[in-house]
């Protein structure tokens, strides 16, 4: 496992993130999935985020991404939303189709921390300092 590190801190923070399409249409094809992915990436590097793996769903996408620790995850995935969606329905217009008003996107997400040790062991850990 590498850590990565900045002037002040050593780290490895991988989040799992659902994007879910308003009304769970079913609009996502490969070719739409690789140009959300395209954006993900490019917009990723301006908050320190780096795609790590990503996949797709007709109506959902799921993404696994690492951060640094000054990234601030809410604004990321306000922006991605808003330019994602903008995109998605300027340049495939079947999307317009199923999703009649200006959101692409549902307003909520499903963003979750992952990778390292599993919460009891580290809870464990923590119990156990200082008791040597």
Same mark, same amino acid.
């Given at each position: 496992?590498?850590?990565?590190? +900045? +002037?002040?801190?050593?780290?490895?923070?991988?989040?799992?993130?659902? /994007?879910?399409?308003?009304?769970?249409?079913?609009? /996502?094809?490969?070719e739409m999935?690789?140009?959300?992915?395209?954006?993900?990436?490019?917009?990723?590097?301006?908050?320190? @985020? #780096?795609?790590?793996?990503?996949?797709?769903d007709f109506?959902?996408?799921?993404?696994?991404?690492?951060?640094?620790?000054?990234?601030?995850? #809410?604004?990321? @995935?306000?922006?991605?939303?808003?330019?994602?969606?903008?995109? @998605?329905?300027?340049?495939?217009?079947?999307?317009?189709?199923?999703?009649?008003?200006?959101?692409?996107?549902?307003?909520?997400?499903?963003?979750?921390?992952?990778?390292? #040790?599993?919460?009891? @062991?580290?809870?464990?850990?923590?119990?156990?300092?200082?008791?040597?």
């Amino acid at each position: 496992m590498k850590l990565h590190s +900045n +002037n002040h801190s050593v780290f490895l923070m991988y989040y799992h993130l659902v /994007f879910v399409v308003k009304y769970r249409r079913k609009v /996502f094809d490969d070719e739409m999935s690789d140009y959300a992915k395209d954006m993900f990436i490019k917009l990723g590097k301006k908050y320190n @985020i #780096s795609l790590v793996q990503w996949n797709h769903d007709f109506d959902h996408i799921h993404i696994l991404f690492k951060a640094h620790p000054n990234t601030e995850l #809410s604004k990321f @995935i306000n922006a991605y939303k808003s330019a994602s969606s903008r995109m @998605i329905k300027k340049d495939f217009p079947q999307a317009r189709k199923k999703l009649w008003k200006e959101m692409f996107w549902s307003r909520s997400f499903c963003l979750l921390t992952t990778g390292g #040790s599993p919460i009891n @062991i580290v809870k464990k850990y923590i119990e156990n300092q200082g008791l040597k």
